[in-house]
């Protein structure tokens, strides 16, 4: 099997073909279920151990960010809250499926605050970012594509691996594993516990646990299944510095007195029954309880801002803090048959799936004074329970009309009911229902060794959130829909790989998610096109070069849009270019990479503002300025056990704005670390 790893960052090629139909692009893995991604009709780019190991990340933030096609809104550089845009798609408007191992991990794909979790990277062994039609087969709010992050299988036997870095983090990771002496049955956990008194003093303290374990049954069944618990109390907010204050290269923390806590249970269990040779039945069932706490201190409502002892503009606060508290719970089932036949005297796959989920979301506000921030028994201001109930059915079916061509078609079909009740005034649930149909047809064609066509079209959505469509002031919203187009080429050998991709998104009725009485939601069309392209090379003298580049030239909004937007004007976090450029090196034990990351200009509002907000306590518009960042990591296999590792990211220590909200969220400094791993 050829596969490639198409992010830019090294060449991970293995020159071996396994069939003549196409080229082995590698495997995408969700549900437990190898598929070969030479017939997936879209853009992939697959992330794995190695590659993860080289960038040495601080969270999955920084290996996104590496993926052509994806922008990151950096908030602080641990990721707790994570805002991610794919293909000028706004940053943080949640048209992106994010999954872990096939389970959905965001908070609320229906009920809302899709960003309030982020998967921790120390417990990945890659990552799956997939594009194009093929992206119906797993769900809503894939206008954007899937985004899965695949968990390690513990390695029998134990490693212990520790790091400290800048603003005094101190991180250690154990993972222990043991299996069975016939490798029928495996048990394993990984156990992180992280401390920083963070960039800008935005301290955390965060503890993450798995436990994974699998079992074969008989010759035809599998059964696996997965435990989590993540806990994280973070010293963050919503505000930022002034631009006095960022000018002058203050880096104090806007708001030193706001906590944003989190506690994530999890647990999902998959069976995989191996009917007969061309038939396969997978199951998946998974549960997750969340919740999330942020207590903010309130401004002064006469004085919001005032000059500080060294003359820089800062929040005003009153001695009375606020708790914006959620809590969410999912259940889901989701389970698909897959068979191989020879219709029409042609090889043909057909998969069939279907999917039942509940989501609900219990949304407290509650105040109380300085001397007192966390207690319990005010009244409380807000207390109402969104939820939804979904079913989706799938279908598709691979027609490998030839040895170098294939057609794909496949619909998806998600019908959900929206509930809002207010548990204050006890008044009967609000309700919002809706049936979507998303069709979908894509082809993959190899015209010669190392070049393969693939192209796409299908409808896409993102559902409205519940305050959206129910207590919002103007009518109920639609979903949000597109048509998404796509067509590129890729191909790879033992040295050299590539992949070239135009895509375009024709929204008709792209929404804003109306996130608990935020910003209501303002229909109207958008249009984005742009071009991804990666290629990668390797040296004989174990030198590799690789870079992607990304360019949006189209991302508009249609129409005017009161208060929010232009028609013509370019969407909010959407730049134009992206690029990454890794030169990496491999002699003996030494593995060292130059890791260099660019992204361009972007507006902070649809009103495309030049100058930023300086007064307003609301969410601020502006011109970010375009920026680099340059890493170098190094590692070295001391033994077949030991190894030492460290990193410097920013080296040129660059100045930059990674995103605004109520101020300057200011990306992060000049910093290092260092560490070991040890295996028993």
Do not use: C
């Not at 293995?14 to 549900?31: K, M, P």
């Not at 992106?96 to 096939?102: I, S, Y």
């Not at 002034?242 to 806007?254: H, L, S």
């Amino acid at each position: 099997m050829l596969l490639v790893a198409v992010m830019g960052l090294h060449p991970s090629v293995w020159a071996e073909e396994a069939d003549s139909r196409a080229i082995q692009l590698g495997t995408v893995t969700v549900l437990g279920k190898q598929q070969d991604a030479a017939f997936l009709p879209g853009a992939i780019t697959v992330v794995n151990e190695d590659m993860i190991d080289q960038l040495q990340p601080r969270s999955t933030e920084d290996v996104l960010r590496r993926v052509p096609g994806v922008f990151v809104k950096g908030e602080e550089e641990n990721a707790v809250v994570v805002n991610v845009g794919v293909r000028g798609l706004p940053a943080g408007d949640y048209k992106t499926l994010v999954l872990e191992d096939g389970v959905p991990v965001q908070p609320g794909i229906f009920v809302g605050n899709s960003r309030y979790y982020n998967p921790r990277i120390q417990r990945m062994a890659g990552v799956e970012v997939l594009r194009g039609a093929a992206s119906l087969r797993y769900g809503p709010n894939t206008i954007g594509g899937v985004i899965n992050y695949l968990s390690k299988t513990p390695e029998d036997g134990v490693t212990v691996s520790g790091k400290y870095g800048s603003w005094h983090t101190r991180e250690a990771t154990v993972e222990a594993g043991a299996s069975t002496e016939d490798g029928s049955a495996r048990l394993g956990a990984i156990v992180t516990r992280s401390r920083s008194d963070g960039f800008m003093d935005k301290g955390y303290d965060m503890t993450d646990v798995m436990i994974k374990g699998g079992l074969t049954i008989g010759e035809n069944h599998y059964l696996g299944a997965k435990f989590l618990y993540h806990e994280t109390d973070a010293n963050i907010s919503y505000r930022g510095l002034f631009p006095d204050a960022y000018r002058a290269g203050e880096r104090f923390n806007p708001a030193p007195d706001d906590w944003f806590l989190t506690e994530r249970m999890a647990f999902d269990i998959n069976h995989e029954w191996q009917i007969n040779p061309d038939v396969s039945l997978q199951t998946l069932a998974y549960w997750s309880d969340m919740n999330r706490d942020y207590w903010r201190f309130q401004l002064d409502a006469d004085n919001p801002t005032t000059i500080n002892t060294d003359g820089f503009r800062v929040w005003n606060y009153r001695d009375e803090v606020q708790g914006n508290n959620r809590s969410f719970e999912r259940f889901g089932v989701d389970s698909r048959m897959t068979i191989s036949h020879t219709t029409l005297d042609i090889h043909n796959e057909t998969e069939l799936g279907v999917r039942l989920m509940t989501e609900e979301m219990l949304d407290e506000t509650i105040r109380a004074d300085r001397a007192t921030p966390r207690q319990a028994n005010q009244p409380l201001l807000r207390n109402r329970v969104d939820s939804a109930d979904s079913l989706a059915l799938f279908a598709q079916n691979r027609f490998d009309l030839t040895d170098a061509f294939s057609l794909t078609a496949g619909v998806r079909m998600e019908s959900y009911e929206q509930q809002r009740k207010d548990r204050r005034s006890g008044d009967p649930s609000d309700t919002f229902s809706n049936t979507e149909v998303m069709p979908g047809i894509g082809a993959t064609y190899r015209f010669a060794p190392l070049a393969q066509v693939f192209g796409s079209v299908y409808r896409a959505f993102a559902p409205p959130l519940v305050g959206s469509v129910i207590g919002a002031d103007d009518a109920p919203t639609k979903a949000e829909t597109s048509v998404n187009l796509e067509l590129g080429v890729r191909g790879s050998n033992g040295r050299v790989n590539y992949e070239v991709t135009a895509f375009q998104m024709d929204f008709s009725n792209q929404v804003d998610p109306g996130i608990s009485d935020i910003r209501n939601p303002n229909e109207g069309s958008a249009l984005i096109q742009g071009m991804e392209a990666t290629l990668g090379y390797a040296f004989d003298n174990g030198l590799s070069l690789n870079g992607n580049v990304t360019w949006i030239p189209t991302a508009e909004f249609g129409e005017d849009r009161p208060g929010d937007a232009l028609d013509g004007n370019r969407l909010p976090y959407s730049p134009e270019w992206m690029a990454n450029l890794s030169v990496g090196y491999q002699y003996r034990r030494l593995q060292t990479a130059l890791l260099l990351n660019y992204t361009g200009e972007v507006y902070g509002d649809g009103m495309n503002v030049r100058d930023l907000t300086t007064e307003s306590t609301g969410t601020w518009g502006g011109l970010i300025k375009s920026y680099y960042t340059i890493d170098l990591t190094g590692r070295y296999e001391v033994n077949s056990n030991l190894s030492v590792f460290g990193a410097v990211k920013n080296i040129t220590d660059e100045t930059y704005i990674a995103g605004l909200r109520q101020g300057i969220y200011v990306g992060p400094e000049r910093s290092f670390e260092i560490g070991a791993s040890y295996t028993f």
